[in-house]
């Protein structure tokens, strides 16, 4: 490999429980939209056609646990609470069974937002990376094999912030299921191991502030948490 003019980030790796290895974050799509009654809260309608998609830079994630000062630029930073899949084997053109099959494991994760960017890029028919793909605006819990997990089913999604509860949701509200996810997205992507997938959020976001705690919840896997600081 040739002598490179900055130093590259090392990748973000997320534990895995029971494994000594960790899991090596490569890129990470979001589905937009994939319960009814958030995109009910932000006023727009489901497209029940096909799911919709957004990225997020992998070197913009952290771990769980991690302390994050209060971003600039934005006046409304918000919280989403997802089920978050790791990707374990190539995926392309995938059948419902070969998706199955790909999901190394599974994870509850934040998708950290700066609201009122997001919607003004929004209304003006423009990206929303300001709004989404943000310093640490990506938080991993460790992640569950899907082989000590079992399916997706109507297993609870939550978020408290400093203790009360805002979102509480089940996975059976997903409006696109995780096999349904990955045999669109891999229609237009090579997926490969490292790819990490966040299935949107449910209703109840809102606004977190510096020095407020959030921790959210899957059952059966591992909590995620977040510790919010004064902005640099």
């Given at each position: ?67 994050t000062p209060y971003p600039p630029g ?159």
């Amino acid at each position: 490999m040739p002598q490179t003019l900055f130093p590259i980030p090392d990748p973000i790796t997320v534990p895995v429980l029971g494994e000594a290895a960790a899991f090596p974050v490569h890129r990470i799509f979001c589905v937009g939209r994939n319960y009814a009654a958030h995109a009910a809260e932000m006023g727009v309608e489901v497209d029940r056609e096909a799911p919709f998609y957004f990225t997020k830079s992998a070197v913009n994630a952290v771990r769980s646990g991690t302390n994050t000062p209060y971003p600039p630029g934005t006046e409304n930073f918000h919280y989403e609470m997802e089920l978050a899949l790791a990707i374990g084997q190539p995926l392309f053109r995938a059948t419902k069974a070969e998706a199955r099959t790909a999901i190394y494991g599974y994870g509850c994760a934040l998708d950290m937002t700066r609201r009122d960017l997001q919607i003004r890029e929004r209304q003006k028919q423009r990206p929303w990376d300001l709004g989404k793909d943000l310093e640490q605006g990506t938080v991993l819990a460790p992640f569950t094999k899907s082989s000590d997990w079992g399916p997706v089913t109507d297993q609870r999604i939550w978020l408290e912030l400093d203790g009360e509860i805002k979102q509480d949701a089940t996975l059976a509200e997903l409006i696109w299921s995780c096999e349904e996810i990955l045999c669109h997205l891999s229609r237009y992507y090579h997926l490969r191991p490292g790819d990490v997938v966040l299935t949107g959020t449910p209703a109840g976001v809102g606004p977190v502030l510096a020095g407020q705690k959030l921790k959210g919840g899957i059952d059966g896997l591992q909590d995620v948490t977040l510790q919010l600081t004064d902005a640099e």
